[in-house]
């Protein structure tokens, strides 16, 4: 049987080893925002982030627009078919179909490949979680332009739209 005095001592250092191990945790961010930004300009011109939000089980983040050019590193698909056909070789989803928008390509992309559109919806979900309203917003104007290249990363659940329309990228990650 411990003596009260033992457990005063050990409350105190209780206390600071949960301290510690919960700040090493709550600096365990998804995506760091140098990071994200330099993996972004692989594919498009992004400027200035004008929202940036990244914990463990999410990122949300919106940067400006600097040109709507595509970089010859996206394997761009004119379509949900040819991208899904090149998956395999690229790693990635990447389409511009200027006859719907990336909402409408989700749809096509669920009806191709359920489980491929469930980690795309999870992505923008988990990411959405990130976000604050104007970012929420901007997602949403991405989702719903015909212009809009999204991008599509399952090994890393990360989700980009580049909307030259309205001039920003949206990036919404998650867990999955």
Not at 19 to 29: E, K, S
């Amino acid at each position: 049987m411990f003596s009260g005095r033992f457990h005063m001592l050990r409350r105190p250092a209780l206390a600071g080893v949960m301290a510690v191990g919960l700040a090493a945790i709550a600096g365990c961010d998804r995506d760091k925002p140098d990071d994200l930004h330099a993996l972004v300009a692989q594919w498009f011109e992004p400027g200035e982030a004008i929202f940036f939000n990244s914990t463990r089980a999410c990122t949300g983040a919106v940067y400006e627009l600097e040109t709507d050019d595509i970089k010859a590193a996206l394997p761009l698909s004119g379509g949900v078919g040819e991208a899904l056909a090149r998956l395999k070789t690229f790693g990635l989803i990447a389409v511009r179909d200027d006859r719907q928008s990336p909402d409408k390509g989700f749809v096509e992309l669920m009806n191709m490949d359920r489980p491929m559109g469930v980690a795309l919806q999870a992505s923008a979900l988990e990411g959405r979680a990130c976000m604050d309203e104007v970012a929420i917003s901007a997602l949403h104007y991405a989702m719903s332009e015909a212009r809009t290249v999204m991008v599509f990363d399952p090994d890393a659940a990360l989700l980009v739209l580049m909307d030259p329309e309205h001039g920003f990228i949206v990036v919404a990650g998650g867990d999955t």
